[in-house]
């Protein structure tokens, strides 16, 4: 508690940070310059930080915040696009915007349900938007009053509550924070009412120095160590590619051993997301709402998706992807050698939608038998088969079965290793299935008549490594 005394030198010390800073309507601060680097030890090799990245697959994604709250619609009217977009696509004024902060109260928030649902549905990392393009900030940050702490009757770190039930869970926490920011003066000026990324804001490098980075800095060290930061909103006029290096080297130097996504620079080329400069910022591509037509050897990617239509919640948005049709996804981004970040998008009351929690538990049913074919799986060996797709390990090839052979023959093309087994992945006791050469590189496998799974049954075939 702040005694009299202390309070009153809090407040001259708070006005006289806010007369030097620069505010918008609600206190935006820095306490130090967040340039410094302050740890001795050296960033580790980047395979060696890819190393549980690369086991663990598949992720869960979540955009939460203000715009939960109106959930889609402003002022009586459906808003087009992605719901965490509305403050730009509805052109609400910053102090209208900022009114939702007083509204929120997601009493229904339980970090340990959310962390059981994405547990339960084999995903091994989440990813929560610390701040998306809005600026709201949702853990307690000195740097600034727009949080959810001093901003909403809340007042509860959704952050730190995460933070120790992945934790005590065994997944690994990772902040997607963006670099666009539509409510801080030296960041959004002519962004806003009306977005255009193409203008530019004189007090930008401010915000980078003063804010952006004391922010990432505050994440880092008090809810860490973090999987990944993942980055977005970089695509804006005032941010480059050497801004992107020395947060990149920044980031690094907070926690040697944290992954880093290529929207850090400035390369990822939109929606495609892969940086196609010689020597990209970034340690994993970031294709959004799509899947590569073929893996790229040797380079590491991650597809994030949403399971309708939005990644912020909108309360009419029912677009909701199939369970068949994200468990061919989840086996089709292996078989390139990337991972799934799938996104969720909780309700203001806190609550994941439960057609998200349908789905997220009948993925975590598959992956129960099925995750030794995912799991630290490498791209397929072969090139594309008509019935599904594949995944590998040393010494072991996966054979996913979308469309299940008629006559019980699946035919396996350009594999010339030696089969030394081949039985049902799902079935403990290993039956053998038969195998059998067509020619000089095609395999015939006798399955049994009906799939036992009818969305993806996997084969294992052993083989001797050539
Ligand atoms: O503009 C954002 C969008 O709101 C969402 O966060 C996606 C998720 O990756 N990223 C940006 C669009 O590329």
Redesign the pocket.
């Known amino acids: 508690m702040i005694n009299n005394t202390n309070k009153k030198r809090f407040v001259v010390l708070a006005v006289l940070m806010m007369a030097v800073c620069g505010l918008s309507s609600i206190a935006e601060c820095s306490e130090s310059s967040g340039s410094e680097i302050d740890t001795k030890s050296k960033p580790l090799a980047k395979q060696e930080r890819m190393k549980w990245w690369h086991e663990a697959r598949f992720g869960m994604?979540i955009?939460w915040g203000l715009y939960a709250i109106p959930a889609g619609e402003w002022k009586g009217k459906k808003i087009p696009g992605?719901g965490?977009?509305i403050m730009d696509r509805a052109h609400i004024p910053i102090p209208d915007y900022e009114q939702l902060a007083g509204q929120f109260n997601p009493v229904k928030f339980d970090a340990e349900q959310w962390v059981q649902i994405a547990k339960n549905a084999g995903m091994k990392y989440i990813v929560i938007?610390s701040k998306?393009?809005d600026g709201f900030c949702m853990w307690d940050s000195k740097v600034t009053n727009y949080d959810i702490i001093d901003a909403t009757p809340f007042k509860r770190d959704v952050l730190k509550e995460l933070s120790r039930a992945c934790r005590e869970n065994g997944l690994r926490l990772c902040f997607?924070h963006?670099i666009?920011d539509w409510h801080h003066p030296d960041a959004q000026g002519p962004y806003y009412p009306n977005y255009d990324a193409q203008n530019s804001n004189p007090n930008f490098t401010r915000y980078v120095e003063n804010y952006l980075k004391p922010q990432i800095k505050e994440l880092i060290k008090n809810y860490g160590p973090l999987g990944v930061m993942?980055f977005?909103?970089e695509?804006v006029k005032d941010w480059t590619e050497p801004m992107g290096r020395d947060m990149y080297n920044y980031v690094l130097g907070l926690q040697p051993d944290i992954i880093i996504n290529n929207?850090v620079g400035k390369g990822r080329k939109?929606?495609e997301g892969f940086s196609d400069s010689k020597e990209p910022v970034g340690d994993f591509g970031?294709p959004?709402?799509r899947i590569p037509a073929k893996g790229l050897p040797g380079v590491d990617w991650e597809s994030?998706m949403?399971m309708n239509d939005t990644?912020?919640y909108k309360s009419y948005d029912d677009k909701w992807k199939s369970t068949e049709d994200l468990l061919r996804k989840l086996a089709d981004i292996a078989s390139k050698g990337g991972n799934f970040?799938l996104?969720v998008g909780p309700t203001a009351e806190g609550l994941i939608p439960e057609p998200s929690v349908e789905r997220l538990a009948e993925i975590g049913q598959w992956l129960k038998v099925n995750g030794e074919s995912i799991y630290g799986t490498t791209a397929s060996p072969l090139d594309e088969v008509p019935w599904g797709r594949c995944t590998a390990k040393p010494g072991k090839i996966y054979l996913h079965v979308f469309d299940w052979p008629t006559d019980a023959k699946l035919e396996v093309p350009g594999l010339e290793n030696t089969i030394t087994k081949a039985y049902l992945l799902a079935d403990k006791e290993k039956t053998i299935l038969t195998v059998t050469r067509k020619g000089e590189d095609n395999l015939v496998v006798t399955v049994p008549p009906e799939a036992p799974d009818k969305i993806n049954t996997v084969i294992v075939l052993e083989i001797k490594e050539k």
């Open positions: 994604f955009h992605i965490e977009w938007t998306h393009h997607y963006s666009m993942w977005d909103g695509w929207r939109g929606l970031t959004e709402q994030c949403t990644w912020g970040l996104n």
